[in-house]
C-alpha cells in the first residue's frame, strides 16, 4: 500500500477521506494546514475549532497529525495574487488559486520530501488515466469542485487522490456519523480559502482603501455615491444603497459596469436587464489539465461560476494562451477575474481566466 499524506481540514469531507484510506490498508499520515494569521482580528480564530476536530478524527483513526504552515507562500502567491486582482476592478476567485499554490504544490511539495507517494484531500472530484491524467466530475453534481481544481496540471493530479469523489454527501455525512467523528454534522465552509467567513467589504477595506465615487445608470444619471470600486462585482445587489429614488421603477439596481478609469460604478434596474447579459467571452491565462490545447475550434461545454449548470460554447484560440468563447445562449453576469471552466461530458479539461465580457 501507499504511503498518504492527507490533508485534513477539520471539515467532514477530509476526515470521511482518512477514514477511507485507513480502512483501504494505506500508511497515512494526516496534515493540518494553517495559513492565515489571525491575530489581526480578536476573537476571531477558527482554525483552533478546526485543529481540535482534527485531532479528534485522528485520534479515533490513531494516525498522525501534523501541522504546517504555509503562511508565507500563501501571501505570495494567493493572497497577493487577490488584492492585485480587486485593485485593478476584477474579481478573483482565490479558492482556485489555493488548490493550484497551496493544497497542490506546497503541500505536495511537503508531503514528498517527508517520503510520501501521494497526497490525499477531500474534494469532490475524480481522476482516470487515458495515457495521460484526467480530471473527472464529483459523483455528487450539486458538490463537485473540479471548478476549483481545473489549474491543476499532470504531475499534480498524478500524485493526487480524492477518495470521496465517488460518493453523494449524504453518504460522507452517514460515514462520519457511524465513525464517530464529531464533525459529522458540521456545517460546510463557505469563506475565503484559509481565511474563512468574514465581512467581505471590511475585511478587503483593510488592505485595500476605498475610493468613494459616484454611481450613474447607463445613461449618465447621477443616484448616488460608492464606497470604492473594489468592494463591488458585476450582479452585484446587496450594498448599493440606492433603493428608493424618485422617477425610478421599483425593481432594485445591479452594477453592470465598473468604470477604472473615472472611478464611476454603473448600475441598471431589474434582475434581467439586458445589460446584465452577453454571449462571448475573452480569456486569458489558459490552462489545458491534459498539458497541451485540444484541437480549436473547439466545441463543449463551459461553466463561469460554481454550480452553474453546464453551458454549451465554442472555444477560440486568438493567440497563445488566450481565447475567445462564444455560448449559444446569453449568459448573465460574465464578470471580469472569475474563470471560466471547460467540460467534454464528465472530463473537466482546463479553464482560464476571463478578461472581458463581449
Avoid at 484541437?295 to 463561469?304: F, G, Q, T
Amino acid at each position: 500500500m501507499s504511503q498518504v499524506f492527507v490533508g485534513l481540514s477539520g471539515g467532514v469531507d477530509s476526515a470521511v477521506a482518512a477514514l477511507l484510506l485507513k480502512q483501504a490498508g494505506h500508511q497515512l499520515t494526516a496534515v493540518f494546514m494553517k495559513n492565515w494569521d489571525e491575530d489581526d482580528e480578536a476573537g476571531y480564530c477558527p482554525s483552533e475549532a478546526d485543529l481540535a476536530d482534527a485531532r479528534g478524527v485522528c485520534d479515533l483513526l490513531n494516525i498522525e497529525l501534523q501541522t504546517v504552515s504555509f503562511s508565507t507562500e500563501y501571501w505570495n502567491r494567493v493572497f497577493s495574487y487577490f488584492l492585485d486582482e480587486y485593485q485593478a476592478g476584477r474579481t478573483p476567485n482565490p479558492d482556485i488559486t489555493c488548490n493550484q499554490e497551496i493544497k497542490f504544490r506546497a503541500f505536495l511539495d511537503y508531503a514528498l520530501d517527508r517520503g510520501a507517494d501521494v497526497i490525499a484531500t477531500g474534494h469532490y472530484a475524480r481522476t482516470d488515466s487515458n495515457g495521460a491524467a484526467r480530471l473527472l466530475r464529483g459523483r455528487d453534481s450539486n458538490k463537485d469542485q473540479t471548478y476549483f481544481l481545473h489549474r491543476l496540471d499532470q504531475s499534480q493530479l498524478k500524485k493526487s487522490l480524492f477518495p470521496i469523489g465517488h460518493l453523494e454527501k449524504t453518504a460522507v455525512r452517514e460515514m462520519a456519523t457511524r465513525a464517530g467523528f464529531r464533525n459529522h454534522d458540521k456545517k460546510d465552509s463557505t469563506g475565503i480559502c484559509f481565511i474563512g467567513e468574514r465581512k467581505f467589504s471590511d475585511f478587503l477595506s483593510r488592505y485595500l482603501p476605498g475610493q468613494p465615487g459616484e454611481i450613474r445608470t447607463l445613461d449618465g444619471a447621477l443616484i448616488g455615491e460608492h464606497q470604492g470600486l473594489v468592494f463591488y462585482t458585476i450582479g452585484q445587489r446587496q450594498g448599493l444603497g440606492i433603493g428608493g429614488k424618485k422617477h425610478t421603477p421599483g425593481a432594485p439596481w445591479y452594477v453592470v459596469d465598473k468604470d477604472m478609469k473615472h472611478n464611476i460604478l454603473r448600475v441598471a434596474q431589474g434582475v434581467d436587464h439586458p445589460a446584465l447579459f452577453k454571449r462571448r467571452l475573452h480569456a486569458s491565462q489558459l490552462h489545458w489539465i491534459a498539458g497541451q490545447p485540444p484541437e480549436m475550434p473547439l466545441a463543449c461545454s463551459a461553466r463561469i461560476r460554481y454550480r452553474q449548470s453546464d453551458q454549451p460554447c465554442s472555444v477560440t484560440t486568438t493567440a497563445p494562451g488566450q481565447a475567445l468563447v462564444e455560448f449559444q445562449q446569453s449568459q448573465r453576469a460574465i464578470t471580469p477575474g472569475q474563470s471560466v471552466v471547460f467540460y467534454d461530458d464528465e472530463v473537466c479539461l482546463g479553464g482560464g481566466i476571463i478578461d472581458t465580457a463581449l
